[in-house]
């Protein structure tokens, strides 16, 4: 495969660096597709293989090779059947985002984002935040479907991403468990961390970030339970990671231990869990916003088999 091949001394200025940090700032790439990179094997340190996470030593031989193939971090315009406007004004779009599309682009992913949706129906996103994530301020797991904020003002990218990470967003989800938990409303706050042994998953671990989901039941089924769920904080797969530590994981989430055959019998091959409400402080006006998204048809007839087989 042809490419550009680079090689670098690295400075002093960079003693002690993360290899995949290094990078970044040495040869202007994002931090996410330098450690692609170095996973894909195109970097070497002093002649040697490395790891992410390894640091680097002033003067050691930094080699690279960036294949010449396309970005996997580049935005691709195209329209996304599913994808549906909730609200749109020139601060922010609040969008219902349906289970498969991710919300923008990521090594590893070659599939619809919503970033992409925007530019491909012309609207102007702000440009604050790395180029594959520009004016995002939150995100759904490409299996979760509902409603989402994307900023188009650098304003509101401000107001709201500090919003976010001051934890003064309401995210009220929906989640179809199964079993019963016990109490049937409660918090749960425990550490979420990536998990050691398999890539793309988390898990509960003494050294993670700090994570509380309150849930209560809503309806409480013979095989599986709804649960209205609000986040107080925002970790990857969260909500996902805390019920499946419980016990009682989202019906059909095979990433973390659902039952297959109750997945089959409800029709499902993705997770139970629905982003059904977000509220906040709009970053121009200063009231008060709430945007809603209803079940998509997979939810809600797995939701009448569960009701039905009372």
């Known amino acids: 495969m042809t490419g550009e091949h680079r090689v670098l001394l690295v400075p002093d200025g960079l003693a002690g660096e993360r290899v995949d940090a290094a990078i970044a700032r040495l040869f202007g790439l994002s931090r996410t597709r330098a450690a692609h990179l170095i996973s894909e094997g195109h970097v070497q340190v002093d002649g040697a293989a490395v790891a992410k996470s390894d640091r680097v030593v002033p003067g050691a031989l930094l080699e690279i090779e960036i294949p010449s193939v396309a970005d996997p971090l580049e935005v691709v315009p195209e329209m996304v059947e599913g994808i549906s406007i909730i609200h749109d004004d020139d601060a ?51 299996g979760t479907s509902g409603v989402m904020v994307i900023c188009k003002s650098e304003h509101g990218y401000s107001v ?48 993670g970030r700090h994570s509380v989901t309150h849930y209560r039941t809503l309806e409480a089924h013979r095989f599986a339970s709804l649960l209205e769920v609000e986040l107080e904080t925002g970790r990857t797969h969260q909500i996902r990671v805390h019920m499946a530590a ?8 095979f990433h973390y231990g659902a039952d297959p055959v109750l997945a089959q019998r409800v029709g499902l091959s993705r997770q139970w869990l629905h982003a059904v409400k977000l509220g906040f402080t709009h970053p121009e006006t200063g009231e008060y916003v709430e945007f809603e998204s209803p079940y998509p048809a997979d939810l809600a007839h797995a939701l009448e088999v569960i009701r039905a087989s009372d």
């Open 246 to 253: 419980l016990k009682h994981p989202c019906v059909a989430d």
């Open 160 to 207: 709201l991403k500090n919003a976010f990470r001051q934890r003064t967003v309401d995210k009220t989800y929906h989640a179809l468990v199964q079993g019963h938990p016990d109490p049937l409303e409660g918090t749960v706050d425990a550490p979420i961390g990536r998990h050691p042994r398999h890539d793309h998953k988390f898990a509960v671990m003494a050294d």
């Open 92 to 142: 922010i779009v609040v969008v219902d985002k349906p289970v498969g599309v991710a919300v923008h682009p990521s090594p590893g992913w070659s599939g619809p984002t919503v970033v992409g949706h925007l530019r491909a129906a012309g609207f102007r996103i702000a440009t604050s935040g790395a180029a594959e994530r520009q004016g995002i301020v939150q995100r759904l797991d490409v």
